[in-house]
C-alpha cells in the first residue's frame, strides 16, 4: 500500500547539508536540479500568473545526482489550480505543458538541498548497493511537498531494476535536514 501511494505521488512529478558526490558525472551535459532553477523561475514569472514552484523531478538521474533532463513543476493560485511544467533539456528551459492540479498541492516555500546530496544520501543508504545488484537500473529524483502525511519539503528516490520491474527501493529525505525516514524495498 505506501509503495504504491508513494509510486502514484512520483508519478505526479513525472508528467511534466554537505554531502560527498558519488563520483565522476558520466554525462557532462548533466547538472543538478538546482542548476537551472533561477532560469525556469524566470520563465515562469514570464507567465504572469503568480506560479509557484511545487517540485523538480527528473527520470533518468545519475548516481551522482545529475541529469540532463529536469523538469519544474509550478502551479497558479487561481480556483482551481493549473499547473505547469517547465522542462530543462540541453541546457534550455522551456514551457512543456499545462493542466489542471488538485487543490491544495503544497508548494517549496523553504530552501532544500540540491540533487548532488540528495543521491549522496540515498547512495549511502541502499542505493550503491542496489546499484551493485542490478546493473541495468533507472534512478528517478523529485524534491517536493506531500500534502499528507506531513507537509514538509522531501526528496524522493525511487531507484528500479531494468530487469526486473518488482525490484525497487525508494527513499524519502528530509530535504532540509537529510534525515532519511522511509526506505521501501
Known amino acids: 500500500m505506501k509503495a504504491s501511494i508513494m509510486f502514484c505521488f512520483l508519478g505526479m512529478f513525472w508528467f511534466g547539508c554537505s554531502h560527498s558526490s558519488v563520483g565522476p558525472n558520466p554525462n557532462p551535459a548533466s547538472y543538478t536540479a538546482k542548476y537551472r532553477l533561477a532560469e525556469a523561475n524566470s520563465v515562469a514569472e514570464s507567465y504572469g500568473k503568480g506560479l509557484q514552484l511545487m517540485s523538480v523531478s527528473s527520470r533518468n538521474v545519475n548516481p551522482d545526482g545529475t541529469s540532463d533532463t529536469w523538469s519544474f513543476q509550478y502551479s497558479d493560485t487561481l480556483i482551481p489550480p493549473t499547473s505547469y511544467v517547465f522542462h530543462c533539456k540541453s541546457g534550455v528551459v522551456g514551457f512543456d505543458s499545462a493542466c489542471p492540479t488538485g487543490v491544495g498541492a503544497g508548494h517549496i516555500t523553504q530552501s532544500w538541498f540540491n540533487s548532488d546530496s540528495a543521491l549522496s544520501i540515498a547512495e549511502h543508504n541502499g542505493g550503491s548497493q542496489f546499484r551493485a545488484q542490478n546493473p541495468r537500473y533507472t534512478i528517478v529524483a523529485s524534491v517536493g511537498i506531500p500534502v499528507v502525511p506531513n507537509p514538509r519539503t522531501e526528496w524522493y528516490i525511487a531507484y528500479q531494476s531494468n530487469d526486473n ?21
Open 165 to 185: 520491474y518488482s525490484n525497487f527501493l525508494m527513499l524519502r529525505i528530509d530535504a532540509n535536514s537529510g534525515e532519511v525516514y522511509a526506505i521501501e524495498r
